[in-house]
């Protein structure tokens, strides 16, 4: 398993922009699919983003489609989701994970085998 540590959530208005990041312990170019999950108060956690290994492929809830971006930097071991035009409804722990064996971005929640911490993300005015 690979160690996960997200951050750069907050405090954000309404129609603002947050970039988090997800920092992997070891290398994620020799590592798997990973994805972006977030859980608001009282729901279930829901895949929202995921990107294949070497970032060709990605996928995006369509909810958030159009809004999010999710990337990865192998060289620096980094996951990254730019959320723009941000709503109250975005407001939610995001956790990054990775799909342990999985090369391609899957909605399976039960492929993500190692998690972050979480970070949260708060949208208010």
């Known amino acids: 398993q690979v160690h996960l540590v997200e951050s750069g959530g907050g405090l954000v208005q309404p129609g603002g922009s947050l970039r988090l990041s997800c920092a992997a312990s070891?290398?994620?170019?020799?590592?798997?699919?990973m994805g972006w999950f977030r859980q608001a108060p009282g729901k279930e956690r829901e895949l929202v983003a995921a990107?294949?290994?070497?970032?060709?492929?990605?996928y995006y809830a369509d909810s958030v489609k159009g809004r999010l971006t999710i990337s990865r930097d192998n060289a620096k071991n980094t996951l990254y989701l730019q959320i723009n035009s941000l709503k109250p409804e975005d407001t939610a722990v995001y956790y990054c994970?990775?799909?342990?064996?999985?090369?391609?971005?899957?909605?399976?929640?039960?492929?993500?085998?190692?998690w972050g911490q979480g970070t949260q993300v708060t949208v208010a005015s």
């Open positions: 990107i294949s290994t070497h970032g060709g492929t990605t």
């Open positions: 994970a990775e799909a342990g064996g999985v090369i391609m971005p899957t909605t399976r929640t039960e492929s993500y085998n190692s």
């Open positions: 070891r290398r994620t170019g020799s590592g798997f699919a």
